[in-house]
């Protein structure tokens, strides 16, 4: 079974606060992904990596950044947390031209 | 500016009944385009996806149908059940990096 591990399912931070949101998936992907949900937006793309050490800025990649040292493991950061950055965070795997696989999801609320 | 677009944003179904959500795109490369289903605390998973060289495909009671020339595609199910109300995506990507461009997604609920 495809599974695509978020550290944590809630996390509540205050603002300013560097935050760091870790992805594992053990499926051997080369694409992995992080983004937002919003009710009404979709789900928009933050960043995205074809390789370790690569990234690319999806969507919205401002007040973010990311890591990827190792394949498996894909991490977001918010330098510095702003209530605006309250929402749903998904992080998913893929391998190329297929189906991507979701985690469970991080619901982030910034106070 | 929003890659793909997808309506309706609610929709409210009749057991048995069948359920259509439609998605429209620009971008003639995508050459993939999954939908995906959420219920609540989950993350979203592939329900059925289509490439554009068909203009149809079934699994049981979910079918796309794409429409090319239109740049258009929609999922539709048949006989909804009470199981089936959740939030589905429509996607479109291109290429071997799966940068998925996502609807902004459809609530389902279907009353038994």
């Known amino acids: 079974d495809v599974k695509v591990t978020q550290s944590s399912r809630y996390l509540v931070k205050r603002t300013g606060e560097k935050v760091f949101l870790e992805c594992v998936q053990d499926m051997d992907h080369e694409n992995m992904f992080w983004y937002r949900q919003d009710p009404g937006l979709g789900l928009r793309l933050i960043y995205f990596?074809?390789?370790?050490?690569?990234?690319e800025k999806g969507d919205i990649p401002e007040g973010y950044s990311v890591s990827r040292e190792k394949k498996e493991r894909f991490s977001l950061i918010l330098e510095s947390a702003s209530t605006n950055q309250t929402s749903m965070y998904l992080c998913a795997s893929s391998s190329p031209s297929s189906e991507a696989f979701f985690g469970q999801g991080t619901r982030l609320t910034v106070v | 500016q929003q890659q793909v677009k997808q309506s309706p944003q609610s929709l409210i179904v009749q057991k048995g009944g069948i359920s259509i959500i439609n998605c429209a795109y620009e971008n003639t490369a995508f050459d993939y385009f999954p939908w995906y289903q959420q219920f609540p605390g989950k993350g979203p998973a592939l329900l059925i996806a289509?490439?554009?060289?068909?203009s149809e495909k079934k699994e049981g009671r979910f079918t796309i149908s794409f429409n090319k020339s239109a740049k258009q595609f929609s999922l539709h199910i048949m006989d909804s059940q009470p199981g089936d109300s959740a939030t589905y995506f429509c996607?479109?990507?291109?290429?071997?990096?799966?940068?998925?461009?996502f609807g902004s997604g459809t609530k389902l609920n279907v009353k038994p």
């Open positions: 996607a479109a990507s291109q290429g071997n990096f799966n940068k998925f461009y």
């Open positions: 289509i490439r554009p060289d068909v």
């Open positions: 990596s074809y390789d370790v050490k690569m990234k």
